[in-house]
């Protein structure tokens, strides 16, 4: 994982070195807030699932091919916790249950075709469509309910893939500043967890991003 993002990180490197030699690229800094919804699946009965707001931090880099048409990628980093309780009825032991507590980090290179659907001014709107790889880190941690003792704990490193479309609203400051806020809907195909967390059948939010033009 170590060398796989050193790796990206060389790349951008390099990629910000190209910049000084085109008029055509923009470098920024994007923030965002996201909503996921995972499909879970228990043999016992789930009666809460917790979620709790998502972050997305990291870099940006469009490079435009022509007037209408643009290439979007770049590096950033993402969280989401969840916390899932379920119960179940033993014959023999009675009444029971388990809180789930699942914790992901995400490194995420998204790779976006753009193109500019209408424009007045400085203002433009951008759909884009792309997919996203993202390198994952998780844990989950089942504890006994009614003692709260630890049952089993799992620890989750796995590479994931999904496609994302974004609706990016653009509008240019002194032909250099580009601000972007950009709603999604991203829709992901890796299982996670085959016994609780299956995947994250879909998640939605919105990136705002600062470039500056090169």
Same mark, same amino acid.
């Given at each position: 994982?170590?060398?796989? @993002?050193?790796?990206?990180?060389?790349?951008?490197? =390099?990629?910000?070195?190209? $910049?000084?030699?085109?008029?055509? #690229?923009?470098?920024?800094?994007?923030?965002?807030?996201? %909503?996921?919804? &995972?499909? %879970?699946?228990?043999?016992?009965?789930?009666?809460?699932?917790?979620?709790?707001?998502? %972050?997305?931090?990291? !870099? @940006?880099?469009?490079?435009?091919?022509?007037?209408?048409?643009?290439?979007? *990628?770049?590096?950033?980093?993402? $969280?989401?916790?969840?916390?899932?309780? @379920?119960?179940? #009825?033993? &014959?023999?032991?009675? #009444?029971?249950?388990?809180?789930?507590?699942?914790? %992901?980090?995400?490194?995420?290179? &998204?790779?976006?075709?753009?193109?500019?659907?209408?424009?007045?001014? /400085?203002?433009?709107? *951008?759909?884009?469509?792309?997919? !996203?790889?993202?390198?994952?880190?998780?844990?989950?941690?089942? #504890? +006994? !309910?009614?003692? +709260?003792?630890?049952?089993?704990?799992?620890?989750?490193?796995? *590479?994931?893939?999904?496609?994302?479309? /974004?609706?990016?609203?653009?509008?240019?400051?002194?032909?250099? =500043?580009?601000? @972007?806020?950009? &709603?999604?809907?991203?829709?992901?195909? $890796?299982? =996670?967890?085959?016994?609780?967390?299956?995947?994250? $059948?879909?998640?939605?939010?919105? =990136?705002?991003?600062?470039?500056?033009?090169?």
């Amino acid at each position: 994982m170590k060398r796989k @993002t050193l790796f990206i990180i060389c790349l951008m490197i =390099i990629s910000l070195q190209l $910049t000084a030699q085109s008029k055509k #690229f923009y470098i920024g800094l994007m923030g965002s807030t996201d %909503f996921y919804y &995972p499909k %879970f699946e228990s043999s016992y009965q789930i009666n809460t699932i917790q979620r709790d707001l998502g %972050f997305h931090y990291g !870099v @940006t880099i469009q490079y435009n091919i022509s007037e209408k048409l643009s290439i979007k *990628t770049g590096l950033n980093y993402s $969280t989401f916790n969840y916390k899932v309780i @379920t119960s179940y #009825f033993d &014959p023999k032991y009675g #009444f029971g249950g388990h809180e789930d507590s699942l914790s %992901f980090r995400n490194w995420n290179i &998204p790779i976006m075709l753009k193109y500019s659907l209408f424009s007045e001014g /400085n203002f433009k709107i *951008t759909p884009s469509l792309g997919y !996203v790889i993202s390198f994952l880190k998780g844990n989950r941690s089942s #504890f +006994y !309910v009614f003692s +709260y003792s630890l049952d089993s704990n799992k620890d989750y490193k796995l *590479t994931m893939h999904s496609t994302q479309f /974004n609706l990016g609203l653009e509008y240019l400051i002194k032909d250099k =500043i580009l601000i @972007t806020l950009e &709603p999604y809907i991203n829709w992901n195909f $890796t299982e =996670i967890d085959a016994i609780l967390y299956k995947k994250n $059948t879909i998640s939605f939010g919105e =990136i705002l991003s600062i470039n500056y033009k090169f």
